[in-house]
């Protein structure tokens, strides 16, 4: 017996709303549709070729308007108390309440599917953290304008997911919807406006691809670009499904395969072909098909494909290869790769060989086994015994290639704000640079000369040794006035980060395993251990920075002062459980990030080396660090203290050198997880064309004489943003009753 | 054809249900949407052939057991069927079922309007099930000897309930011998089993003491067929068939208002 067909809803509200718009619709700016005249117009179709409407693409004028008006919003926006924010948040959610319909109609319209209730439940956890901003989020302050840009095949939950902390925070917000996105975008941005959103708060500009999102981007006036591209969505249920955000891979224990497989083949049995967005998508299904049998994959599939169409049928992909690319680098359609492992440390290091890290889902009755590999699986949310559950308070950190923000929770918050005390990095014009050419220039070559003979030559610091640079050069350190030299320090290269991120790798998974008051009583002793060679130091900072001797002995005391605050800190940086709405306990877990990559600023350069360092070393991580190109000498001197120390060998590195290149040589390893950077403008800009891929999370400051960050405050939020900078986070759901 | 697997009481000891899964499992089942029109017609229609029609209470008598047998001849309204094109396709209810003194009645009532329709007779103590072994094996045998072609045991839930599980093999072994040829459903009573892995444990013993048919409960209990219980005894079901290649049949129990309460409709 059949069931009939599939009754398709009815989009009639839908329909009238893009009616009234007359079918095309404009950009949203200053709390109002504008329709410029003679813009470039591209028209939008549902899968069935059937005309939903036609957008316009923004050009520079737009964008500019369009900034000043999100200056204008944020001043308004911000200039409210947090209750009153919190109000609008909450009072958008009744006005959704009203015209769920139309929303939830007009997203299936564009198939971009999103349930008017997942965005209700947003709207009251947002809300509430706008009305306790001030309590709970001391001391920190919004960025500003934020620009919101996110790829076609994002859901508006996924849109909303960036724009409303953002909002709440007290920022403006620019969206740049993907395609499908955009007429629900624009719908919100209305629905904000009756909630009494005042006007320019968020705009929406629309546009043909992803180069709007950068040219949006480049206006000065912009402080942060969010990202967000292909992530998860609470929609979900299965890995078969027209469109999805995830693409699962299944990992089967070999003992267990044949009685998997044979339930597998039983279910599928009868299930029908899935339609998929495209035409152009079933030729890059067919071929990935053709490459995975190739490979030797076996099929299995509930009927046979249809020789044409944008239809395909549910299929697995028995015996793929790990680096087959139907794992590696997913096709769209309802694909399903199965593979098998042995043990569960295998099946941990297979899934953590996967170059994506979004989330995964264990399936155990041990609950044990189900910690221990949630704990080893390098993804920002693991479900055990379920899939798919997302909610704004889970904070969730993206993995490798899945991005690299912290999404949800009180966590997901800090990426909107700074604190009070310092100012963000301030934005200007893009600077024409060309990128293979930075870091590329020579080091001036050391001639003998009565004046440098006598001089005392630093080493660098790689695998807890002591030693020179790989290719045996070094390089003058200049007095503080200049001219003449003071010292010499080797000139390290690409080659000796190699080592030094070869020896940081080794030692850093066992130093997160630490406990952390073990940690701490490592930090513990660093500190002493400065302590009993303060004197060492301080006439290195006088010598380097031509402080007076008395000033450079208060920044060894406050040196010793702030590792202190860091071992203390080792314990206190803790994850907890979520109040998520279902039953069931969430977690969430900080994690290490891995090696951090630092440049190390050149203002008090003894005291802002230890803030740095005991950020990354407190919450477990391994650091290879680049002293300050123009004041080394207390650094390379701190190298004595560390070898004296009881840090694991390895875990902290020092090499000294070119910055430039040395920050080339960073930003081009693929192991390293973080850099933080300061220095120049060409630099950050550098780091932000170059760690894309793999992606690396970048803490960037661009450094200018006299000014930047004062680092002998003794403020928290100092401390806390480093530590936030320097963990991820990952959250564990288990559904319990 | 009666058949039998070996009792595999390491199968049995090392099976889990995961609760959550299940339920969420049944969640995602229940917010399907239902078929409609012509569709919805003919899966009613389906159903309704599948409805074993059934009167166990205190007060039943003849005159509506008689009643019952016409409305199991008979269940749909006549000119329901017409306009549907079906009044000539011999709808009936699969069969009546009713208590062991009843089946007397229930066949001459079946026998006075010509019909065929099977009686079935619930029996070992139900629905308790708590009586002696002795006395529940000479109910089966008597309810045979009044003419029930189908029997309804309900197992010990004293023996599920403390995992005696190689008890309640032997016990409906034991049933089943007595049953002969007679077409024979356990009841699990999943209401009084306590946990999901206990209904998937009683299913797995009943299915491999040899039965057809296992079923979800006496329709007595506080809680009788629901979603999660349904789709354990369905996943039991299906495990025995991948590892023996029988089908068993599954069968719900309960007193339905509506079209939409009806599980696995």
Same mark, same amino acid.
């Given at each position: 017996?059949?069931?009939?067909?599939?009754?398709?809803?009815?989009? +009639?509200?839908?329909?009238?709303?893009?009616?009234?718009?007359?079918?095309?619709?404009?950009?949203?700016?200053?709390?109002?549709?504008?329709?410029?005249?003679?813009?470039?117009?591209?028209?939008?179709?549902?899968? @069935?070729?059937?005309?939903?409407?036609?957008?316009?693409? +923004?050009?520079?004028?737009?964008?500019?308007?369009?900034?000043?008006?999100?200056?204008?919003?944020?001043?308004?926006?911000?200039?409210?108390?947090?209750?009153?924010?919190?109000?609008?948040?909450?009072?958008?959610?009744?006005?959704?309440?009203?015209?769920?319909?139309?929303?939830?109609?007009?997203?299936?319209?564009?198939?971009?599917?999103?349930?008017?209730?997942?965005?209700?439940?947003?709207?009251?956890?947002?809300?509430?953290?706008?009305?306790?901003?001030?309590?709970?989020?001391?001391?920190?302050?919004?960025?500003?304008?934020?620009?919101?840009?996110?790829?076609?095949?994002?859901?508006?939950?996924?849109?909303?997911?960036?724009?409303?902390?953002?909002?709440?925070?007290?920022?403006?917000?620019?969206?740049?919807?993907?395609?499908?996105?955009?007429?629900?975008?624009?719908?919100?941005?209305?629905?904000?406006?009756?909630?009494?959103?005042?006007?320019?708060?968020?705009?929406?500009?629309?546009?043909?691809?992803?180069?709007?999102?950068?040219?949006?981007?480049?206006?000065?006036?912009?402080?942060?670009?969010?990202?967000?591209?292909?992530?998860?969505?609470?929609?979900?249920?299965?890995?078969? @499904?027209?469109?999805?955000?995830?693409?699962?891979?299944?990992?089967?224990?070999?003992?267990?395969?044949?009685?998997?497989?044979?339930?597998?083949?039983?279910?599928?049995?009868?299930?029908?072909?899935?339609?998929?967005?495209?035409?152009?998508?079933?030729?890059?299904?067919?071929?990935?098909?053709?490459?995975?049998?190739?490979?030797?994959?076996?099929?299995?599939?509930?009927?046979? +494909?249809?020789?044409?169409?944008?239809?395909?049928?549910?299929?697995?992909?028995?015996?793929?290869?790990?680096?087959?690319?139907?794992?590696?680098?997913?096709?769209?359609?309802?694909?399903?790769?199965?593979?098998?492992?042995?043990?569960?440390?295998?099946?941990?290091?297979?899934?953590?060989?996967?170059?994506?890290?979004?989330?995964?889902?264990?399936?155990?009755?041990?609950?044990?086994?189900?910690?221990?590999?949630?704990?080893?699986?390098?993804?920002?949310?693991?479900?055990?015994?379920?899939?798919?559950?997302?909610?704004?308070?889970?904070?969730?950190?993206?993995? /490798?290639?899945?991005?690299?923000?912290?999404?949800?929770?009180?966590?997901?918050?800090?990426?909107?704000?700074?604190?009070?005390?310092?100012?963000?990095?301030?934005?200007?014009?893009?600077?024409?640079?060309?990128?293979?050419?930075?870091?590329?220039? +020579?080091?001036?070559?050391?001639?003998?000369?009565?004046?440098?003979?006598?001089?005392?030559?630093?080493?660098?610091?790689?695998?807890?040794?002591?030693? /020179?640079?790989?290719?045996?050069?070094?390089?003058?350190?200049?007095?503080?006035?200049?001219?003449?030299?003071?010292?010499?320090?080797?000139?390290?290269?690409?080659?000796?980060?190699?080592?030094?991120?070869?020896?940081?790798?080794?030692?850093?998974?066992?130093?997160?395993? @630490?406990?952390?008051?073990?940690?701490?009583?490592?930090?513990?002793?660093?500190?002493?251990?400065?302590?009993?060679?303060?004197?060492?130091?301080?006439?290195?900072?006088?010598?380097?920075?031509?402080?007076?001797?008395?000033?450079?002995?208060?920044?060894?005391?406050?040196?010793?002062?702030?590792?202190?605050?860091?071992?203390?800190?080792?314990?206190?940086?803790?994850?907890?459980?979520?109040?998520?709405?279902?039953?069931?306990?969430?977690?969430?877990?900080?994690?290490?990030?891995?090696?951090?990559?630092?440049?190390?600023?050149?203002?008090?350069?003894?005291?802002?080396?230890?803030?740095?360092?005991?950020?990354?070393?407190?919450?477990?991580?391994?650091?290879?660090?680049?002293?300050?190109?123009?004041?080394?000498?207390?650094?390379?001197?701190?190298?004595?203290?560390?070898?004296?120390?009881?840090?694991?060998?390895?875990?902290?590195?020092?090499?000294?050198?070119?910055?430039?290149?040395?920050?080339?040589?960073?930003?081009?390893?693929?192991?390293?997880?973080?850099?933080?950077?300061?220095?120049?403008?060409?630099?950050?800009?550098?780091?932000?064309?170059?760690?894309?891929?793999?992606? /690396?999370?970048?803490?960037?400051?661009?450094?200018?004489? /006299?000014?930047?960050?004062?680092?002998?405050?003794?403020?928290?939020?100092?401390?806390?943003?480093?530590?936030?900078?320097?963990?991820?986070? @990952?959250?564990?759901?288990?559904?319990?009753? | 054809?009666?058949?039998?697997?070996?009792?595999?009481?390491?199968?049995?000891?090392?099976?889990?249900?995961?609760?959550?899964?299940?339920?969420?499992?049944?969640?995602?089942?229940?917010?399907?949407?239902?078929?409609?029109?012509?569709?919805?017609?003919?899966?009613?229609?389906?159903?309704?052939?599948?409805?074993?029609?059934?009167?166990?209470?205190?007060?039943?008598?003849?005159?509506?057991?008689?009643?019952?047998?016409?409305?199991?001849?008979?269940?749909?309204?006549?000119?329901?069927?017409?306009?549907?094109?079906?009044?000539?396709?011999?709808?009936?209810?699969?069969?009546?079922?009713?208590?062991?003194?009843?089946?007397?009645?229930?066949?001459?009532?079946?026998?006075?309007?010509?019909?065929?329709?099977?009686?079935?007779?619930?029996?070992?103590?139900?629905?308790?099930?708590?009586?002696?072994?002795?006395?529940?094996?000479?109910?089966?045998?008597?309810?045979?000897?009044?003419?029930?072609?189908?029997?309804?045991?309900?197992?010990?839930?004293?023996?599920?309930?403390?995992?005696?599980?190689?008890?309640?093999?032997?016990?409906?072994?034991?049933?089943?011998?007595?049953?002969?040829?007679?077409?024979?459903?356990?009841?699990?009573?999943?209401?009084?089993?306590?946990?999901?892995?206990?209904?998937?444990?009683?299913?797995?013993?009943?299915?491999?003491?040899?039965?057809?048919?296992?079923?979800?409960?006496?329709?007595?209990?506080?809680?009788?067929?629901?979603?999660?219980?349904?789709?354990?005894?369905?996943?039991?079901?299906?495990?025995?068939?991948?590892?023996?290649?029988?089908?068993?049949?599954?069968?719900?129990?309960?007193?339905?208002?509506?079209?939409?309460?009806?599980?696995?409709?």
């Amino acid at each position: 017996m059949e069931y009939g067909a599939v009754v398709t809803s009815s989009t +009639a509200t839908a329909q009238a709303w893009l009616d009234h718009h007359s079918r095309s619709l404009g950009l949203f700016i200053d709390g109002k549709f504008v329709c410029p005249a003679d813009r470039q117009v591209r028209s939008l179709t549902d899968s @069935k070729g059937g005309n939903v409407c036609s957008i316009v693409c +923004a050009v520079e004028g737009d964008i500019s308007q369009c900034a000043s008006s999100a200056v204008i919003g944020f001043k308004a926006w911000s200039g409210l108390t947090c209750s009153q924010r919190a109000k609008v948040l909450l009072r958008l959610g009744s006005v959704l309440g009203q015209h769920g319909t139309c929303v939830s109609e007009l997203c299936e319209v564009c198939e971009a599917s999103c349930s008017p209730s997942n965005l209700v439940r947003l709207l009251q956890y947002y809300s509430s953290w706008a009305q306790l901003r001030d309590t709970l989020i001391a001391n920190w302050t919004p960025l500003g304008v934020v620009a919101v840009v996110v790829s076609d095949d994002c859901s508006l939950y996924s849109l909303a997911l960036k724009v409303l902390p953002a909002l709440a925070m007290g920022n403006s917000v620019i969206v740049v919807p993907g395609q499908s996105t955009a007429p629900p975008a624009l719908l919100l941005a209305q629905l904000f406006m009756a909630a009494g959103l005042p006007a320019g708060a968020l705009n929406v500009l629309t546009g043909s691809d992803m180069s709007l999102g950068a040219k949006v981007a480049h206006n000065p006036t912009v402080f942060l670009l969010s990202l967000r591209v292909g992530a998860v969505d609470g929609v979900i249920e299965a890995a078969f @499904k027209k469109k999805k955000e995830v693409h699962w891979v299944l990992y089967v224990q070999e003992s267990v395969l044949d009685s998997v497989v044979a339930r597998l083949r039983l279910r599928m049995v009868g299930m029908k072909c899935v339609g998929l967005l495209s035409a152009a998508d079933r030729v890059l299904v067919d071929a990935a098909v053709q490459q995975a049998q190739q490979q030797g994959a076996v099929l299995i599939q509930s009927c046979t +494909a249809p020789p044409s169409g944008a239809q395909y049928p549910p299929t697995v992909l028995c015996r793929c290869a790990p680096a087959s690319p139907c794992v590696v680098s997913p096709s769209p359609g309802p694909l399903l790769p199965v593979l098998t492992f042995r043990s569960n440390t295998e099946a941990v290091i297979l899934g953590n060989h996967s170059p994506h890290g979004q989330a995964a889902s264990i399936w155990t009755e041990d609950l044990t086994l189900a910690l221990e590999t949630a704990k080893s699986l390098s993804v920002g949310s693991v479900w055990v015994n379920s899939c798919s559950l997302s909610d704004p308070c889970l904070p969730v950190s993206g993995h /490798k290639d899945s991005g690299t923000c912290t999404d949800g929770g009180q966590e997901g918050l800090y990426q909107f704000l700074h604190p009070s005390s310092s100012s963000p990095l301030p934005r200007s014009s893009p600077l024409s640079m060309e990128y293979t050419k930075f870091g590329t220039e +020579a080091s001036p070559a050391i001639i003998p000369d009565e004046s440098n003979l006598a001089r005392w030559s630093y080493q660098q610091f790689v695998g807890g040794k002591a030693c /020179k640079a790989d290719s045996g050069c070094s390089l003058a350190v200049q007095p503080p006035g200049g001219g003449g030299v003071l010292a010499y320090c080797s000139d390290g290269g690409r080659k000796d980060i190699r080592n030094a991120v070869e020896a940081a790798i080794k030692v850093q998974p066992g130093w997160m395993k @630490k406990s952390p008051s073990a940690r701490a009583q490592t930090v513990y002793s660093l500190a002493k251990g400065l302590e009993a060679q303060r004197l060492d130091i301080a006439a290195s900072i006088n010598i380097q920075t031509g402080l007076s001797v008395d000033e450079a002995q208060t920044e060894v005391e406050l040196s010793i002062t702030r590792l202190n605050d860091w071992a203390a800190y080792c314990d206190k940086v803790q994850g907890g459980t979520l109040p998520v709405p279902q039953s069931g306990s969430a977690l969430s877990i900080p994690e290490a990030l891995g090696v951090v990559g630092i440049v190390l600023p050149d203002r008090n350069p003894l005291l802002s080396m230890v803030t740095l360092l005991g950020a990354a070393i407190a919450t477990g991580n391994a650091v290879v660090m680049v002293p300050s190109q123009k004041y080394p000498l207390p650094t390379l001197a701190f190298i004595q203290v560390l070898q004296s120390s009881d840090l694991p060998a390895g875990l902290v590195n020092v090499i000294s050198g070119n910055r430039d290149q040395l920050t080339v040589a960073l930003a081009n390893h693929s192991v390293i997880k973080a850099i933080w950077y300061w220095g120049s403008a060409e630099g950050c800009q550098y780091l932000q064309y170059t760690c894309i891929n793999p992606l /690396k999370k970048l803490y960037l400051s661009c450094q200018k004489d /006299k000014e930047g960050r004062d680092w002998t405050q003794s403020h928290p939020t100092l401390l806390e943003e480093m530590w936030r900078n320097a963990v991820q986070w @990952k959250s564990v759901w288990i559904p319990t009753a | 054809m009666p058949h039998s697997w070996a009792l595999d009481l390491h199968w049995i000891s090392s099976v889990k249900v995961n609760t959550q899964a299940v339920l969420k499992r049944a969640q995602q089942i229940q917010g399907r949407k239902i078929p409609k029109k012509q569709w919805q017609a003919a899966w009613l229609l389906k159903a309704v052939t599948c409805i074993d029609l059934t009167t166990l209470a205190g007060d039943d008598t003849s005159s509506n057991v008689h009643r019952l047998c016409l409305k199991a001849i008979q269940p749909i309204q006549h000119d329901l069927l017409e306009k549907m094109d079906m009044h000539n396709k011999g709808l009936t209810t699969a069969a009546v079922c009713v208590y062991p003194s009843r089946v007397a009645d229930a066949i001459i009532s079946l026998k006075a309007a010509n019909s065929n329709l099977p009686v079935a007779s619930v029996a070992t103590g139900f629905p308790a099930g708590q009586t002696p072994l002795e006395t529940r094996l000479q109910e089966v045998r008597m309810a045979l000897a009044d003419g029930a072609t189908e029997i309804d045991i309900v197992i010990n839930r004293m023996l599920a309930l403390t995992g005696q599980w190689e008890a309640m093999y032997d016990e409906i072994r034991q049933f089943r011998e007595a049953c002969g040829d007679a077409h024979m459903k356990t009841i699990l009573a999943v209401g009084e089993l306590g946990t999901l892995t206990n209904v998937y444990k009683a299913s797995m013993i009943a299915m491999m003491a040899g039965l057809i048919f296992i079923k979800t409960s006496t329709g007595k209990e506080a809680v009788n067929a629901t979603y999660p219980v349904a789709i354990v005894m369905a996943r039991a079901i299906r495990n025995y068939f991948l590892c023996t290649g029988h089908k068993i049949y599954h069968h719900v129990t309960g007193q339905y208002a509506d079209y939409d309460e009806l599980p696995m409709a």
